[in-house]
């Protein structure tokens, strides 16, 4: 019966709208594989993260932290965990 779904028969808002957003087959082929069941979708920030810290290590100078937190809308601290410099200049580190 799925085969002969079409959007219009659809009367669930939310449902209606992801298979608007995603097309009438891949809504079918997501009912067929995931229907009844509870899915999370990523955030793009989650989804992107990876690709988004590579270029980040790509752009690092040796002291540009300012300016990539500023592009990429993090804190300075966040870049340096990013890069793999967590020490900030002039910070004391203690060894046990």
């Given at each position: 019966m799925l085969d002969k779904l079409t959007i219009d028969d659809i009367d669930n808002k939310e449902q209606r709208a992801i298979a608007e957003i995603i097309g009438i087959k891949a809504y079918i082929s997501l009912v067929k594989n995931y229907g009844g069941?509870?899915?999370y979708i990523l955030k793009e920030d989650?989804?992107?993260k990876d690709i988004?810290?590579?270029k980040i290590r790509e752009e690092f100078n040796g002291g540009n932290y300012?300016?990539?937190a500023k592009k990429y809308n993090l804190s300075d601290r966040t870049i340096r965990d990013i890069i793999g410099n967590n020490k900030i200049e002039g910070q004391l580190e203690f060894k046990f």
């Amino acid at each position: 019966m799925l085969d002969k779904l079409t959007i219009d028969d659809i009367d669930n808002k939310e449902q209606r709208a992801i298979a608007e957003i995603i097309g009438i087959k891949a809504y079918i082929s997501l009912v067929k594989n995931y229907g009844g069941t509870s899915i999370y979708i990523l955030k793009e920030d989650s989804l992107v993260k990876d690709i988004r810290d590579n270029k980040i290590r790509e752009e690092f100078n040796g002291g540009n932290y300012v300016y990539l937190a500023k592009k990429y809308n993090l804190s300075d601290r966040t870049i340096r965990d990013i890069i793999g410099n967590n020490k900030i200049e002039g910070q004391l580190e203690f060894k046990f």
